[in-house]
């Protein structure tokens, strides 16, 4: 296959940037990842390098550190776009620790843009944004689209995402030389067939899929579902839960978009990327546990603060404009996500 040229993949051993980069390769990319396993650690480049079958260029730095980061626009001076994934993602933490939150998240996408200018001379970025922008929709906006109102932020997180949604919608607009593509996650689950890589949270996970598959592999005792008087069908919160290895694909799509020539559309977008469709979180760990067939305690407790009551994608623009769209049937991707954890468990 005909090489495509080089992508720049930051936070390139975090949870999705690992399963971009095999998209990546996989689709006859070259890349350079750089990360600096604040959240994640060098064991998943080896991973990575099992799936591919390749050695994967990469460089450990931090982006918010401009000095630091400007080495691998020296290295690797072919970057023909850059996929932006590093980003501290703990919402809790965000809201005990805003200073660190804008400096790492905001820093980090402002030297990007700059260096991607000095070194390159121009600028095609695909932007890690989330569905948390959005906060509480209002019923009738749901499933929710790309132009439903960007509400006031719950936490510092949710408000590094909008900001550098921000920066990036005020910088195409003043520089000619850059183009940018914002990618609105819901909910990413799962791990890769390989069972290779996956999430790794540290600590307690506070993700629903990452608690469920650490409950049945018995580390965590029971799951506690937080809420089940919610305004709902079975009392519990709706999420639009996005295979991660879909979620991966989305991004070759941006940076195809971006980088072609005849390309005329805005040079900033933004795109919902989720299934469309809306699972309660009951409804998920009743398939989690039929899917399986394995045995998960759980109980209800009490709503967890700031939690949003239900929110779905309408994907339809990624969907028509990206010619992207969500392909894996949940079970599948809750069978994925007990595949990995078993292995990390070492669990037959
Ligand atoms: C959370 C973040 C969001 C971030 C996303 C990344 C908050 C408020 N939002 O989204 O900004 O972009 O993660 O993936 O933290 N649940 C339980 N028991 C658990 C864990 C979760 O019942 O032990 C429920 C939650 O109440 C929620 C659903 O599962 O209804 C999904 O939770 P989670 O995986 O944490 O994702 P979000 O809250 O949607």
Known sequence: MKNKGRVLVTGATGYIGSHTIVELINAGYDVVGVDNFHNSSPSVLDSIEKIVHKTIPFICLDCSNKEDFERVFDQYPDIIAAIHFAAYKAVGESVSKPIDYFRNNLQSLINLIELSYSKCGKGAIVFSSSCTVYGEPDPENLPISESAPVKEATSPYGRTKQ????????????YPWLKAIALRYFNPIGAHPSALIGEMPSGVPQNLVPFITQTAAGVRQELKIWGNDYDTPDGTCIRDYIYVCDLAKAHIAAVERLIDENNSADKFEIFNI????????????QNFIKTTAVTLPYSFAQRRPGDVVKVWADPSKANEVLGWSAQTPIEDILLSAWNWEKKVRGIQ
Do not use: F, P
């Open 163 to 174: 900001m550098c949604e921000d920066i990036l919608k005020d910088s195409t607009k003043a």
């Open 274 to 285: 989720g299934t469309g469709k809306g699972l309660s979180v009951l409804e998920l760990v």
